[in-house]
């Protein structure tokens, strides 16, 4: 655990946390806990998680669970930091497994609101049958091109 603040946020984080997402994250903290530590360099910097410690100190939260990555290069860091936000935007839901799932969770009267879908689209998938379109050449470009393991950890990771 470590306190917020004295949590350094990474000044050139290319990716922007909208309050939407802020409060969405909120949600999820209050209903599931902090169950994804950030992750910090060996000075504090974080690498991974800018947006749940915004979530996390707007409700009031003093510290956070965090993992402390040892042994990365400055360049190492930067590049982390990208790829933690883009290799999640490589994956793609299976909407009929999803619809299921969601209708499943609508039927014990859980609150779908912490899942972050719009209510828009949760009534699409709701008792919907039809899987949205998707344009299969988009998909193609999603379709992993490679993969390296960690010499460290032995942990895969598709580039």
């Not at 689209?121 to 379109?133: H, R, T």
Request: hydrophobic share 40%; charged share 30%; proline share 5%.
């Amino acid at each position: 655990m470590m306190l917020i603040k004295d949590l350094d946020p990474y000044e050139n984080n290319a990716r922007k946390h909208s309050n939407e997402q802020i409060s969405a994250l909120k949600d999820s903290i209050k209903q599931f806990g902090f169950t994804n530590p950030v992750l910090v360099s060996e000075k504090n910097k974080i690498i991974a998680g800018h947006g749940r410690v915004l979530a996390a100190h707007e409700l009031g939260m003093e510290q956070v669970p965090v993992i402390v990555l040892h042994g990365l290069t400055t360049a190492q860091i930067k590049a982390y930091t990208i790829a933690d936000n883009q290799l999640p935007s490589m994956a793609s839901w299976d909407y009929d497994v999803l619809a299921a799932e969601i209708d499943a969770l609508n039927d014990d009267a859980f609150d779908l609101s912490v899942l972050g879908f719009t209510n828009e689209e949760l009534d699409e998938l709701i008792g919907s049958p039809e899987v949205p379109e998707i344009d299969d050449e988009e998909e193609k470009k999603k379709e992993p091109k490679d993969t390296c393991i960690c010499p460290k950890c032995h942990h895969e990771f598709v580039i």
